[in-house]
């Protein structure tokens, strides 16, 4: 067997501030620049092995039994031979383009192009929904607990609702097509876990309450597609509170941007990038020039201007 495949699959923002572990939005950078990772498979005569590669492979192990793609691959093989399928010998490699712990949905992008890459190398032998529980596994050896909030926009593309139903993860959401998404990666480190160690283990009712109400009301909004509505329902009553002291000087940067005329700004995931929704173009270019100068922190910092990625994980040829 001579084969390649090769995937791409793009970064998301988790929680979108309203819906915590409950809503994804994957996204693009409207400049054609591909944000996100690569994955590709290629068959060979001599033994498994993994190859790293890309601008930011150096934030990961050397081993590649540490790194989630390897590992991907070995739970992959497990499950085909439980189908009779035999593991053929390959070589991976992975392009890491988007820095672990952003809050982009890093570890996902890899996860998802691992298994979509996997799954296409073997013909498809594994549906969808099973595809996505596999991520959502996968995921959860780096995070510490299971979530699809990244995995499945990341995956499927769009904006996507995670449910608690066994035969369904997600589903997805209609989106407000002309919005501009600014997304500033500053360069700071901030894990997931040591995000989520933030929170508090309970919540009061009124807080509950205000959660429930702001993302039901925006998941409505959306059907209706009543921006406005929308829009000024994008709290987070969970996770920002908590965790803004993590990012540089996010409070006096979400105001400044509200100033700029955001119709709503964020924590993307566990950050530290924020986010930042724009209603025009001229208005996420003049912020996209403000967060270069005021909030990245180095050089391997960035700013990107986005819209959905309605496509999400794909084959290149």
């Keep these: 067997m001579n084969k390649k495949v090769k995937v791409f699959a793009p970064v998301s923002i988790g929680n979108v501030s309203v819906g915590f572990d409950s809503l994804g939005l994957a996204l693009t950078p409207i400049d054609g620049q591909m944000l996100g990772d690569v994955v590709i498979i290629k068959s060979t005569e001599g033994d498994s092995h993994f190859v790293l590669k890309g601008r930011y492979a150096s934030r990961l192990p050397d081993d590649p039994e540490r790194n989630v793609v390897w590992q991907i691959r070995s739970t992959f093989e497990a499950a085909l031979q ?61 995070s510490g607990s299971v979530h699809f909030d990244n995995v499945a926009p990341s995956f499927l593309g769009g904006m996507q609702l995670m449910l608690s139903e066994a035969e369904q993860v997600a589903v997805s959401v209609p989106l407000f097509e002309d919005i501009y998404w600014v997304l500033a990666y500053p360069d700071v480190l901030v894990s997931t876990q040591a995000a989520r160690e933030r929170l508090p283990q309970q919540y009061d009712r009124s807080t509950l309450i205000r959660f429930g109400q702001n993302l039901a009301g925006f998941v409505s909004a959306c059907y209706r597609q009543d921006a406005d509505l929308a829009f000024a329902l994008l709290k987070d009553e969970v996770a920002e509170p908590y965790r803004a002291e993590l990012l540089p000087n996010f409070n006096q940067t979400k105001q400044q941007l509200l100033r700029m005329g955001s119709l709503a700004a964020g924590i993307s995931g566990s950050g530290p990038t924020l986010f930042s929704a724009c209603d025009d173009l001229v208005t996420a270019q003049a912020q996209a020039v403000w967060l270069k100068q005021h909030y990245l922190q180095s050089d391997d910092g960035f700013v990107a201007i986005c819209q959905a990625d309605t496509e999400g994980a794909r084959i290149l040829s």
């Design 82 to 142: 439980q189908q009779g399928i035999t593991p053929q010998p390959m070589v991976i490699k992975l392009k890491k383009h988007i820095p672990v712990c952003s809050g982009l949905g890093s570890s996902a992008c890899s996860v998802v192009a691992a298994l979509v890459a996997l799954n296409a190398f073997y013909d498809q032998p594994f549906d969808q929904q099973t595809l996505l529980r596999m991520m959502g596994e996968a995921e959860a050896t780096i």
